[in-house]
Structure formats: C-alpha cells, structure tokens
C-alpha cells in the first residue's frame, strides 16, 4: 500500500478521500492549515484539495490563496512522490467541447469568472513543472452523502425537506454530476498510476433540472416549481474517454447517486 498526504482532508471531498483511502489501506495523513509537516518533508502521493466553492464571489482574495498561494508553498516546501492539484470542470464554461485538451476563455472583469481564473492558475503552475507525476484532476459536481454546501444539487435537496423547492434556473439547464464513490476511487488511481498528466473526472453525462425536479418529487414528494422566464444555465457534455480508457471507468448513473444521497438524508433528519 501507498503513504497518501492530503491538503484540505477537512472539507467535504477531502475527507471522503481520506476516508475512502484508509478502507483502502493506504496510510493516509491527513493535514488542516494548523498541521503542516517540516519542510523538505516526504509526504508520499499528495493531493491537493483545498479550495472555496459557493462563497467565492464574496472572498477572491481568499479563493486566490487557496487555490494559488497555499499550492505554491506546498510545491516548494515538500517532496513528494505524486502531486495530484484538484480542479474543477466549471472550466468549460465558455467552450463546445469538454475535452482535455481544449482551449479555453475566460473573462477577468466578470466576478462570477474568478473561481475559474484562479483554479486554472493552479493548473498552469502545475502542470508547467517537470515532474510527469505532477497532475491535475478536474471535477465535475459531485453528488453524495453529507454535503452541506450552498451547491446547486445540496442546496435543491435540502429544501425537499420542507416540502417545497422553488428552482431559479430553466426545466433544460444540465450539468455533469459525479458520485463521490466514483471520485474518490478515481482520484485515488490518478494519483498512483496515471499516464496523463489532466483528467477530467465525471461521469461523461448531463443531467437536466427538469430531470432533477422529477428525481425530487418521486423520492421526496416534494412539490417543485421553476420560477418563471429563469435563465438557462448549461455546459457541455464532458469528455471522460482518458478515465474510461485508462482506469475502465464506469460511472454511477446519477439517479442511483441521487437515490442514495435522498435516503441518507431523510435518515439523517429523521428524529
């Protein structure tokens, strides 16, 4: 087994990694920002999941620090077998076509552009050094258990328990969603044995709200309702053929990710 050091083990997908890892009997350190190991420590594979999410619009300066200037102290202060920087696939924004590979756009001036801009910074550090074992993941969103984020997905089901959701994107908006499981075993192959030095990490499949809002009703009976002229929020399919080709990748389907993540969360309510 491998000896695993993870950045970020305290947010959601960090200690599911660390979690998954153990069951897998790695050894597996797992480091907040108050437990940093001696520099020119050997930390083994190191994945790198620190980062802000849904509040970053309110904190570019702290999203900045997290996905650039913490990464470039860890780059430079350890040794480390593997490094694996974890992205996002949000990065497609502005394209036709998901791919590795694709030129990609952004927009400085736009605040909602900053998460992307800074994440790709981290990329380009990355992916700019030497080391062939230096790579990067980009997720797309992912579904599980427990997450209590202000997440699109999170956010939809949380409201269910009330009974009503109210969604403010059109019925034919779609993203990609991924399940944890699926993630943390991906990262975890990525990390050990990946021949590239990108991957998209998702399941290759969008999913419209529409679908959503029915998924919702038939395992929550909530009533849910799309509020009227909302805008279309949508990005291209995601291209997954370097995971399935090189790791014989099989996503769950979203609706038994979805099924599992409802049924965890009405046992976690329940008195």
Not at 34 to 46: C, I, M, Q, S
Not at 229 to 238: E, L, S, T, Y
Request: aromatic fraction near 8%; charge should be neutral.
């Amino acid at each position: 087994m491998a000896k695993f050091t993870i950045f970020g083990a305290r947010g959601w997908i960090g200690s599911a990694l660390v979690q998954w890892l153990g069951m897998r009997g790695h050894e597996v350190r797992a480091l907040t920002r108050d437990d940093w190991p001696a520099d020119g420590e050997r930390l083994g594979h190191v994945v790198y999941a620190i980062g802000l999410t849904a509040d970053f619009r309110n904190r570019p300066l702290a999203t900045a620090q997290a996905h650039v200037g913490v990464l470039l102290q860890v780059l430079e202060r350890f040794r480390y077998e593997s490094f694996l920087y974890l992205s996002t696939a949000r990065v497609y924004r502005n394209v036709r076509e998901a791919v590795e590979d694709a030129v990609l756009s952004v927009r400085p001036a736009d605040p909602d552009e900053t998460y992307n801009i800074t994440k790709l910074a981290g990329e380009a550090v990355c992916l700019s050094l030497p080391q062939p074992t230096v790579r990067v993941a980009r997720l797309s969103n992912v579904i599980g258990p427990d997450d209590r984020s202000d997440n699109f997905l999170a956010a939809v089901i949380a409201e269910a328990r009330s009974g009503e959701v109210v969604i403010r994107t059109s019925p034919d908006s779609e993203k990609d969603y991924i399940a944890l499981s699926d993630a943390v075993s991906l990262i975890e192959s990525i990390a050990l044995s990946g021949r590239h030095r990108l991957y998209n990490v998702a399941s290759g499949c969008n999913v419209s709200h529409q679908t959503i809002a029915d998924l919702v009703q038939r395992h929550t009976g909530a009533k849910v309702s799309f509020l009227p002229n909302a805008p279309r929020v949508a990005f291209p399919p995601i291209v997954i053929d370097r995971i399935r080709t090189e790791f014989n990748a099989s996503p769950t389907s979203f609706e038994t990710a979805f099924a599992r993540v409802v049924h965890d969360s009405v046992q976690v309510a329940a008195p």
